[in-house]
């Protein structure tokens, strides 16, 4: 009897150290949730990023989605039967002092089967290098996670066939498109987590501006004060010891150059830009059109709601195609919304003054060859730049007295060119991807300007405004 008892004793003690020391129970049930770190984690896109300030806890969910996926226990994937991925850090040394390190924190002893040191002791896997580590999958099988620093070199990336990729801290460009193809054939996620110093790279253009339009790219920022678990005392702190351009890389993980040259730095995707939703007939407005041949034509379809907010609901954007192609494409998408047209049937559009002119090439103007195809389109709009600019900056700045603008998610050449329009010489923007601006501007340009609300007066002042009225008449009778 007495065997037996202190046998259940060893047994609770070892439980208990294994509660104490599963962190990853602790992080899925903790007292204090990181909602960031979960929409991350319930993301089903394939291509992940996490754009955050130090210590905001972006590396804490790229460790934890690694264990998730080769455990096979993923609270919001389907989860399979062994996993194999890498963990990509800049050097071997920063492999062991942060991802690998958080990799252990989460990964319980009495899970893994083997680890395969490139250096240092299997049995004190923190203090050495990690080849890779082979972990029990809770349907029976194992997985694979390896470990890859970035010094080693793009050879090193290449032949293998993985489940995912994990990116702690931003890669070289070539590093990047070799592990995307690592995962193809398994349909295999990339995720990352960063903090972004080195400007505007690959990064910035392929997840951030999304410049193709990868359907499977999602990323999201983290600050310091979406981590529940940084004292605010702590973070006064840090933030008093960092000028501007350093706080908005190292606490909210923007990227601060980018943000310096925009033209349009009050553009918020969080405040912007909306989920489409079905539109009452009675707020639709009109179409404005960027025209284009080689270049992209830009069209985007414009509602205002009865407090006088725009919206921006579709857009058709296409380049090398001719005024035929892009006619029907335009009356196809008007059919889809139900657009209004006028009396003779016809849709009406807001177009470029350019497009009033005659080629050497062509005896009919665009705006001719537009309205022979059905669409009537308007060439008499405001293009000075300056102002237009004004404009557009007054609807998106929400403490004016214009309307505010919100665009629909699925304008995304409207959305990329507006987190990309930067300032160039001469006080002028970069004449670059501002196929949607331009059109945009056009119709911001046509709105009136709204008529602030004038405070109602007091019975002092209206008693005022009497004695003048009174004194006004005995002197014009006089």
């Given at each position: 009897?007495?065997?037996?008892v202190?046998?259940?004793?060893r047994?609770?003690?070892?439980?208990?150290?294994?509660?104490?020391?599963?962190?990853?129970?602790?992080?899925?049930?903790?007292?204090?949730?990181?909602?960031?770190?979960?929409?991350?984690?319930?993301?089903?896109?394939?291509?992940?990023?996490?754009?955050?300030?130090?210590?905001?806890?972006?590396?804490?969910?790229?460790?934890?989605?690694?264990?998730?996926?080769?455990?096979?226990?993923?609270?919001?994937?389907?989860?399979?039967?062994?996993?194999?991925g890498?963990?990509?850090?800049?050097?071997?040394?920063?492999?062991?002092?942060?991802?690998?390190?958080?990799?252990?924190?989460?990964?319980?002893?009495?899970?893994?089967?083997?680890?395969?040191?490139?250096?240092?002791?299997?049995?004190?896997?923190?203090?050495?290098?990690?080849?890779?580590?082979?972990?029990?999958?809770?349907?029976?099988?194992?997985?694979?996670?390896?470990?890859?620093?970035?010094?080693?070199?793009?050879?090193?990336?290449?032949?293998?066939s993985?489940d995912?990729?994990?990116?702690?801290?931003?890669?070289?460009?070539?590093?990047?498109?070799?592990?995307?193809?690592?995962v193809?054939?398994?349909?295999?996620?990339?995720?990352?987590?960063?903090t972004p110093?080195?400007?505007l790279?690959?990064?910035?253009?392929?997840?951030?501006?999304?410049?193709?339009?990868?359907?499977?790219?999602?990323?999201?920022?983290?600050?310091?004060?979406?981590?529940?678990?940084?004292?605010?005392?702590?973070?006064?702190m840090?933030?008093?010891?960092?000028?501007?351009?350093?706080?908005?890389?190292?606490?909210?993980?923007?990227?601060?150059?980018a943000?310096?040259?925009?033209?349009?730095?009050?553009?918020?995707?969080?405040?912007?830009?909306?989920?489409?939703?079905?539109v009452?007939?009675?707020?639709?407005?009109?179409?404005?059109?960027?025209?284009?041949?080689?270049?992209?034509?830009s069209?985007?379809?414009?509602?205002?709601?009865?407090?006088?907010?725009?919206?921006?609901?579709?857009?058709?954007?296409?380049a090398?195609?001719?005024i035929?192609?892009?006619?029907?494409?335009?009356?196809?998408?008007?059919?889809?919304?139900?657009?209004?047209?006028?009396?003779?049937?016809?849709?009406?559009?807001?177009?470029?003054?350019?497009?009033?002119?005659?080629?050497?090439?062509?005896v009919?103007?665009?705006?001719e060859?537009?309205?022979?195809?059905?669409?009537?389109?308007?060439?008499n709009?405001?293009?000075?730049?300056?102002?237009?600019?004004?404009?557009?900056?007054?609807?998106?700045?929400?403490?004016?007295?214009?309307?505010?603008?919100?665009?629909?998610?699925?304008?995304?050449?409207?959305?990329?060119?507006?987190?990309?329009?930067?300032?160039?010489?001469?006080?002028?923007?970069r004449?670059?991807?501002?196929?949607?601006l331009?059109?945009?501007?056009?119709?911001?340009?046509?709105?009136?300007?709204?008529?602030?609300?004038?405070?109602?007066k007091?019975?002092?002042?209206?008693?005022?405004e009497?004695?003048?009225?009174?004194?006004?008449?005995?002197?014009?009778?006089?």
């Open positions: 009897m007495k065997e037996i202190e046998k259940l004793c047994i609770e003690s070892e439980l208990k150290k294994r509660r104490e020391g599963d962190f990853l129970a602790k992080y899925n049930t903790g007292e204090k949730i990181h909602l960031k770190q979960l929409a991350f984690h319930k993301s089903q896109k394939r291509n992940r990023w996490v754009f955050g300030g130090n210590r905001s806890g972006k590396t804490e969910c790229g460790a934890v989605e690694c264990v998730y996926m080769a455990r096979g226990i993923h609270p919001y994937r389907e989860n399979k039967n062994g996993v194999c890498w963990v990509v850090s800049l050097s071997a040394q920063v492999q062991r002092d942060v991802a690998q390190k958080k990799i252990l924190r989460y990964l319980r002893r009495d899970w893994i089967e083997d680890i395969v040191m490139i250096s240092g002791r299997k049995d004190a896997p923190e203090h050495g290098i990690i080849d890779f580590i082979r972990v029990k999958n809770v349907f029976g099988g194992s997985s694979v996670i390896g470990f890859k620093s970035c010094d080693q070199g793009r050879e090193k990336f290449q032949g293998a993985l995912f990729v994990w990116f702690d801290e931003e890669p070289p460009e070539d590093i990047y498109f070799e592990c995307r193809m690592r193809f054939d398994r349909r295999g996620d990339l995720f990352g987590t960063m110093l080195k400007g790279t690959f990064v910035y253009n392929e997840i951030y501006l999304n410049r193709h339009h990868d359907e499977e790219v999602w990323y999201e920022f983290m600050e310091w004060s979406d981590n529940p678990y940084l004292d605010e005392r702590e973070i006064r840090l933030e008093a010891s960092m000028d501007e351009s350093v706080l908005q890389s190292r606490r909210y993980g923007k990227f601060a150059e943000r310096a040259g925009l033209v349009y730095p009050e553009f918020d995707e969080n405040v912007h830009v909306i989920e489409p939703f079905s009452p007939k009675e707020w639709q407005d009109n179409i404005s059109i960027d025209p284009g041949l080689n270049n992209p034509l069209a985007h379809w414009y509602a205002v709601d009865f407090d006088e907010n725009v919206y921006v609901i579709a857009e058709h954007y296409e090398g195609r001719d035929d192609y892009h006619s029907e494409a335009i009356k196809r998408k008007c059919r889809e919304l139900d657009w209004h047209v006028d009396t003779k049937g016809r849709i009406c559009a807001l177009i470029d003054s350019a497009a009033k002119q005659r080629t050497l090439g062509s009919k103007s665009v705006a060859l537009f309205y022979e195809r059905g669409i009537l389109v308007n060439p709009v405001e293009k000075d730049l300056f102002s237009g600019i004004a404009r557009v900056k007054s609807y998106l700045n929400r403490k004016n007295g214009l309307p505010n603008i919100y665009i629909f998610r699925n304008c995304v050449n409207l959305i990329a060119e507006l987190k990309g329009y930067y300032w160039g010489s001469g006080d002028t923007p004449k670059a991807d501002d196929h949607s331009d059109e945009m501007r056009y119709y911001l340009m046509t709105r009136p300007k709204k008529t602030p609300v004038l405070p109602e007091t019975a002092i002042e209206r008693d005022k009497k004695r003048i009225r009174r004194l006004s008449r005995g002197k014009f009778e006089a």
